[in-house]
Structure formats: structure tokens, C-alpha cells
């Protein structure tokens, strides 16, 4: 099976191979560790901040959208149908008018049946409508037009008057934890008709639709939808006056109809509403996400200062190395002797950094070796590098307008010897060139033709 199962070609997550600088995966700095300390006081700082504003804020996202969108013949029949566009509502009509009596009547034409007033009834949005008619007397309602008469002839008398129609209300509670739309607690709505004894009026009223749609979190997935609605605005319409009106035959009596009201149901048009709730997971990803941001800020600063720092800090080393080295064969002589004598293996940077391990080499031997310079020559070779100042590295970013600084100078070389030496062009050319010289040398001793003829190859051998 594993023969078949070849998915190295997949893999795109492995990263490439790093370098490591000073026998070390990074080369650590104080300042490094100074901006990390920052990091974690910014970090503390964003954790009680969104903890407080989580806490504080609304735990609910609010999106609000105008809908306005053609609809066939079939689909407006089926939204219809629908109880979110087309709900049963509850409604109650009231009279308000000094001289209503007895005679004016509320009537549903589509239904032939009478409305009785301040009496609840159900409806469908798009099957409401209500006839006010003053119930006549005698044939030629000659009793309705004396009754107006005798409200026009008194100036004083308001000729106004009023239907109000209530209906089922509802509050929209968007932070709500249980429902976002209550229709709980005998909430309601109303809207105010001006009517007028002298007038023939058409009112249609235009209701307008409110979808609610709560989205679940990210393990449900079924997302609750809501509906309501209320009346927006209305539009009269006003005919002939009074006496021109026509009188209407019923069964068994004669009416006149001034009022004629009905609501308009457009939906194509809808008021829709979207809420998420603010989890504590999202809270978490948004403290996460600025925590990643912060670190990549920390460390593009840190970028200006460890670039310039660590080639300094390279060839700092290698010329420490070279002055331990130095010491060490112009120190001791007996050595010196033993070495052109006895032929001894020549001192290996191995052996330097074993040194350097163990601490062998103290204080005093280095103030002696000071002390011993003897010739120019010799100091040329084992002058330590100057320790340059934490700004230096930082003003070398803009070297073009500092070069002329003697410790930009050193910065700047050290750079120019890494870059040459560290390139992967030079190291290319370098190696082919190593491996053509072995070609044609001749080995002294066999044995270090081997890899594993090396401290470190020796020691792993060891638990092999």
C-alpha cells in the first residue's frame, strides 16, 4: 500500500532549510528581548481591552437591507400564501366624533358581513378592507343630507372626524437574548384616518414588510427567520361632496358610502434585518488576529536593528577566534617547537571552540598577550573590533546619508563581507572549486577523508 501512496508531492507545508548564525538557530540581543517584553505588555493591553468592550457593547451584529425586487405572476401568488408577506393580524377599529351615532356602520364587502366597532377581528393583510356607511332611514337618505345640513350651518361645528385603526404591534429588541421582535405584552399599533362628513373618500394604507433573520453560530446551522410588519403611510382620496353622493341599495335598506379603506400588501418591497451574535469565540479570533499583527510589527522593527547587528556580530567572532588563535601560537613556544618537531596536527576551529567551551582561556592570559604585541604586523592580525553603540545599528539603515561615520564604516563592511562570503552564488562557486581542488590532492593521512573521522560524528556514533 505504501508503494502506491505517494504524496510527497502534496506536501506544500514543509519549509525549507535554515541557516543558523554564531553555531546558534537565532542570534539573540537584549533589545530582542526588550521588544518582547513590550509585546507582552501590548498583548496584556488588547486582552483587557476586548474583554472590557465584549462586556460593555452589544453582543449582536446589526445588518439592515431595502429590498425592491421584480416578481412573476406565480411568485407573488406564492408569497402570498406565505405567512411572513401575508400575516393574520389582529385589528380593531375605533370611532372618534362628536356627532357618530348608531347609524354609521362598518361593513367587509368581501366577506358581506358587518365590522362592529371597538371589536377585535383577524384579517390577512391582503384581504383587509372596511366600508363606512351612514345606514339610511327612508329611500332618499334624506336623513343623512339634513343631518349635515345642520352641522354645516353652525360655524362652530368641527365637520371633521375620526377612525382610528389599531392593530398588532410589536418592538424590535435587536440585542435581545431570547426573540430580536417581541409581540408580547398587548403591544400595538395605530393609524388615524380624517374623515369628513361632506366628503366620498378612498384611503389606501400601505403596509410594509420587516424580515428578521438571526444566522446561528458556527456549529448550527439552520438560521431562525422572523416576520412583522405595520402600516407605513396611507394615501386618500377624495371624491364629489355630499351631495352629489350616490345612494347604495342593500338588502332590505339604502345606504351611502363615504369611506372606503384597504391596504395596500407590495411584496416586491420588504424591510430585511440581519443579526449575528458576538461569541466569545469571534472574541478570541480578534484577539488573536491583532496579537499576529502586533508580533509582525515587533519584529519589522527589530528587522532594522538585528540585519546590521548580526553581520557585525559574525565578524566580531571570527576576529575574536583569531585572536585567541594568534595567542595561542605565539604564546608558547614549547608548542611552536613541538609543532615543527613532532609535526602535530594543525589548530582547527574545532579546537578553538573547545576552548572557548571549556573555559580555559582567562583574563590574564589575555592582558599577557596584550602586553606581548611585538611588531605592526602582528597587532594588524589580532586587533579586536570596537564596540559600537545600540543607535549605530539603527542609523545604518540609512547609510547613504551617514557614511561618512567611522562606525557606519565598520557596519557597512561587515555587511559587504557577509553579503559576499554568505551569498548563495559564492558559496556555489566556492564549493565547486573545493571539490575540484580534492580531486587532485593527495591525502597526508587517509583517515580525514571521512566525515566521520570528527568530534561531533564521533560522539553521535557513540549511541548508534
Given at each position: 500500500?505504501k508503494?502506491f ?23 539573540k ?7 518582547f517584553?513590550?509585546y ?22 446589526i445588518?439592515s437591507f431595502?429590498h425592491?425586487n421584480?416578481k ?7 408569497r ?6 401575508n400575516?393574520?393580524i389582529?385589528?380593531k377599529?375605533?370611532?372618534?366624533g ?5 347609524r ?22 391582503n384581504?383587509f ?7 339610511c ?9 339634513e343631518?349635515?345640513?345642520?352641522i354645516?350651518s353652525?360655524?362652530?361645528?368641527d ?10 404591534g ?9 426573540e430580536p421582535?417581541?409581540k408580547?405584552g398587548?403591544i ?9 362628513y361632506n366628503?366620498?373618500?378612498?384611503i ?6 420587516i424580515?428578521y433573520?438571526?444566522?446561528?453560530g458556527?456549529l ?18 377624495y371624491?364629489d ?7 347604495s ?10 369611506a372606503?379603506?384597504w ?5 416586491t418591497?420588504y ?5 449575528k ?7 478570541l479570533?480578534?484577539i ?6 502586533s ?10 536593528y538585528s540585519k546590521n547587528f ?15 588563535k594568534n595567542y595561542?601560537?605565539?604564546s608558547s613556544?614549547s608548542?611552536?617547537s ?9 589548530i582547527t576551529?574545532?579546537?578553538y571552540?573547545?576552548?572557548e ?11 599577557k598577550?596584550?602586553?606581548?604585541k611585538d611588531?605592526?604586523?602582528?597587532d594588524?592580525?589580532?586587533k579586536?573590533i ?6 549605530d ?10 557614511k561618512?561615520?567611522?562606525?557606519q564604516?565598520?557596519i ?11 551569498s548563495?552564488d559564492?558559496?556555489i ?18 583517515s ?11 560522539q ?5
Amino acid at each position: 500500500m505504501k508503494k502506491f501512496l505517494k504524496l510527497n508531492p502534496l506536501d506544500i507545508i514543509s519549509d525549507s532549510p535554515n541557516l543558523f548564525i554564531l553555531q546558534k538557530e537565532t542570534n539573540k540581543t537584549n533589545f530582542g528581548g526588550f521588544l518582547f517584553l513590550i509585546y507582552l505588555v501590548l498583548i496584556a493591553l488588547i486582552i483587557v481591552y476586548y474583554a472590557l468592550d465584549y462586556k460593555n457593547n452589544d453582543k449582536y451584529i446589526i445588518q439592515s437591507f431595502s429590498h425592491f425586487n421584480f416578481k412573476t405572476k406565480e411568485e407573488r401568488e406564492q408569497r402570498n400564501h406565505e405567512e411572513l408577506f401575508n400575516p393574520n393580524i389582529k385589528f380593531k377599529i375605533i370611532f372618534n366624533g362628536k356627532h357618530i351615532n348608531e347609524r354609521f356602520k362598518l361593513y367587509d364587502p368581501d366577506s358581506d358581513k358587518p365590522i362592529e366597532s371597538n371589536t377585535i377581528f383577524s384579517k390577512k393583510i391582503n384581504d383587509f378592507r372596511a366600508v363606512l356607511y351612514y345606514d339610511c332611514i327612508n329611500l332618499n337618505c334624506s336623513d343623512y343630507f339634513e343631518f349635515v345640513r345642520n352641522i354645516s350651518s353652525n360655524k362652530t361645528e368641527d365637520q371633521n372626524f375620526y377612525l382610528e385603526l389599531r392593530y398588532n404591534g410589536f418592538r424590535l429588541e435587536h440585542q435581545s437574548e431570547k426573540e430580536p421582535i417581541n409581540k408580547s405584552g398587548g403591544i400595538y399599533f395605530y393609524v388615524r384616518y380624517k374623515l369628513n362628513y361632506n366628503l366620498t373618500i378612498d384611503i389606501t394604507s400601505n403596509w410594509r414588510t420587516i424580515k428578521y433573520t438571526e444566522k446561528k453560530g458556527f456549529l448550527q446551522n439552520d438560521n431562525r427567520k422572523y416576520g412583522c410588519g405595520y402600516i407605513e403611510s396611507y394615501s386618500p382620496f377624495y371624491y364629489d361632496n355630499i351631495m352629489s353622493m350616490k345612494i347604495s341599495k342593500g338588502k332590505n335598506r339604502y345606504y351611502i358610502c363615504f369611506a372606503d379603506i384597504w391596504i395596500s400588501n407590495d411584496i416586491t418591497q420588504y424591510t430585511e434585518y440581519f443579526r449575528k451574535e458576538v461569541s466569545k469565540l469571534d472574541l478570541l479570533a480578534n484577539i488573536l488576529a491583532l496579537m499576529a499583527n502586533s508580533f509582525t510589527a515587533v519584529r519589522f522593527i527589530l528587522r532594522f536593528y538585528s540585519k546590521n547587528f548580526n553581520n557585525f556580530k559574525i565578524i566580531e567572532n571570527l576576529l575574536n577566534r583569531q585572536i585567541i588563535k594568534n595567542y595561542r601560537i605565539n604564546s608558547s613556544s614549547s608548542d611552536i617547537s613541538d609543532f615543527e618537531n613532532n609535526k602535530l596536527n594543525p589548530i582547527t576551529d574545532d579546537f578553538y571552540n573547545n576552548i572557548e567551551d571549556k573555559n580555559n582561556i582567562d583574563n590574564d592570559d589575555m592582558n599577557k598577550y596584550e602586553e606581548n604585541k611585538d611588531n605592526d604586523e602582528e597587532d594588524l592580525y589580532t586587533k579586536k573590533i570596537r564596540k559600537l553603540r545600540f543607535f549605530d545599528f539603527f542609523l545604518n539603515n540609512c547609510y547613504c546619508c551617514c557614511k561618512k561615520q567611522k562606525p557606519q564604516k565598520i557596519i557597512h563592511i561587515c555587511n559587504e563581507i557577509v553579503y559576499k562570503y554568505a551569498s548563495v552564488d559564492n558559496l556555489i562557486k566556492n564549493q565547486i572549486l573545493i571539490e575540484n581542488f580534492l580531486k587532485d590532492y593527495k591525502w597526508n593521512d587517509p583517515s580525514l577523508n571521512n566525515v566521520e573521522n570528527n568530534n561531533l560524528f564521533i560522539q553521535l556514533r557513540t549511541y548508534l
